[in-house]
């Protein structure tokens, strides 16, 4: 059965990809093989109701009549996991695809769009916010894990908390929570970071919902091919960083002029009603549902305190505008690096989603040459059923940034990458850990000032000598994982 066509536009914040996506839409509706198009949100931020300004959502008007799907439909503090996005997307592509219309997926969170396009790679995909979960058949080897627990996280175990902790509040609860995820899974258990609480607690509930390890759902992952669900037409549109930021920066500040501190309140307000309490920064949880979006955290302290002052306002600005530019970063790491892998691995197969890079560095000047004039190109001819464009060949950008290493799409080798390991050295609080992941942010932990000095403070004690070495050894000893 030939699969149905989708065309998903991601890329980071700052690119233009509600206004194109709404202009593609529009360049549809003029075609007569169909009957026009509909839009589905794919940011993370943006399913939630309200705080417009927070999650910059595309107005009304920009909307230009074209039906958004999933925006602005869960309430603030609601948990909403990618799974729940994948079926409900699935749901709308099906109706839509039944009216003879094409879905335009847009969004920033290309996690989501990754696993709408590939099933089975999601150990949680079957995972919803149920209130009451089925009791789970256990399988023998965790009955077996769950036995041999010591009596406290046996405790913990059956006594589980609903809700994540706030590693900052409690950090002894959420480091038992992780000592019980890696007693009883420890692959999974070494992924996450003790303070990750939240990730720390979903691994759990899957063991308690489905009475299987996630590392088991993930192995058994690892023996499918990489498929595509549908026949896809993949935009990414990209700035140059030095174009970008500047963009970025203004951006906060109009956001801020549109009402974002009246955001922040009302997330406030909303947080102090519910189970939190936010009157000091250590007390926000900043991991659950709209409160991970850029601009309640650097914020939060400013709107806290009984005497805002003008330094502390500009600091708060400023921290926005990082933590803005380095979310960017890390959107185009995730295409490069996952995204891409899996288009290149589902296509060795059979090819059926297509790449293309935009580039969106100058908006202002080069949008209808650079954006908007291929994506109608490229899209006339996916729709057509042949593209005639080599994806290489629309720019030195799109050369350059779709032309990526090696990488390995196998969620088991995935996992066991990327684990975590507990710097003994910089680890004052035993029962406060320091952990970092192996691999690259491993060495360059090392480098650090204070890693080295807390190493050399260790080798002039009795705490040194425990790696068999001399002081005078101790570049040595660097060298080598704690």
């Not at 039944?98 to 099933?119: C, D, R």
């Not at 900043?286 to 979006?293: D, F």
Request: aromatic share 6%.
């Amino acid at each position: 059965m030939a699969l149905r066509p989708l065309i998903a536009i991601c890329g980071t914040t700052g690119v233009g990809k509600s206004k194109l996506a709404i202009e593609i839409a529009q360049h549809i509706a003029k075609q007569e093989a169909w009957e026009g198009a509909e839009i589905i949100n794919a940011d993370a931020m943006q399913v939630y109701a309200g705080m417009d300004v927070i999650t910059n959502k595309v107005t009304e008007s920009e909307m230009q009549g074209i039906k958004h799907h999933l925006m602005g439909f869960r309430q603030p503090g609601e948990q909403y996991v990618v799974g729940q996005w994948v079926q409900d997307a699935m749901k709308i592509i099906s109706d839509i695809h039944g009216a003879n219309k094409i879905p335009i997926i847009v969004g920033g969170t290309s996690y989501w769009i990754q696993h709408l396009l590939f099933p089975n790679r999601l150990s949680n995909e079957e995972i919803t916010d149920k209130k009451e979960p089925k009791a789970a058949v256990m399988s023998e080897e965790l009955a077996r894990s769950l036995e041999s627990l010591p009596p406290e996280l046996q405790n913990l175990f059956n006594s589980f908390p609903e809700q994540p902790p706030i590693a900052s509040v409690d950090p002894a609860q959420s480091l038992s929570l992780h000592r019980l995820l890696s007693a009883l899974d420890e692959r999974v258990g070494a992924r996450w970071h003790w303070k990750d609480t939240r990730k720390v607690h979903r691994s759990l509930c899957i063991i308690k919902e489905t009475g299987r390890k996630a590392s088991e759902m993930i192995s058994s992952q690892s023996e499918n091919t990489v498929v595509a669900r549908y026949r896809a037409l993949c935009l990414w549109l990209y700035a140059k960083p030095a174009m970008l930021h500047p963009r970025l920066n203004s951006r906060v500040d109009t956001m801020i002029e549109r009402g974002l501190l009246d955001e922040v309140r009302a997330l406030q307000h909303i947080a102090i009603s519910g189970r939190q309490t936010v009157t000091k920064e250590s007390s926000a949880d900043y991991t659950v549902g709209i409160y991970q979006s850029i601009g309640y955290r650097e914020f939060h302290g400013y709107i806290s305190s009984p005497n805002p002052s003008e330094d502390t306002f500009n600091l708060a600005v400023e921290n926005m505008k990082i933590s803005t530019r380095q979310y960017a970063k890390r959107q185009v790491s995730w295409i490069r690096n996952k995204l891409l892998p899996m288009i290149k691995a589902a296509n060795a197969t059979e090819e059926a989603v297509f790449p293309y890079l935009l580039d969106a560095s100058d908006i202002e000047n080069g949008w209808s040459s650079d954006v908007q004039g291929p994506a109608m190109e490229i899209t006339d001819g996916f729709l057509r059923g042949k593209i005639d464009r080599d994806p290489l060949s629309l720019s030195d950008v799109a050369r350059d940034m779709l032309t990526v290493e090696e990488k390995t799409t196998d969620p088991l080798s995935v996992l066991s990458a990327r684990r975590k390991m507990i710097c003994e050295v910089c680890t004052a609080n035993k029962k406060e850990p320091v952990m970092i992941e192996e691999g690259r942010e491993w060495d360059m932990h090392k480098k650090t000032r204070a890693h080295r000095l807390y190493f050399r403070r260790a080798a002039e004690t009795s705490q040194g000598y425990r790696y068999g070495k001399k002081i005078e050894d101790i570049n040595t000893m660097e060298s080598q994982p704690s």
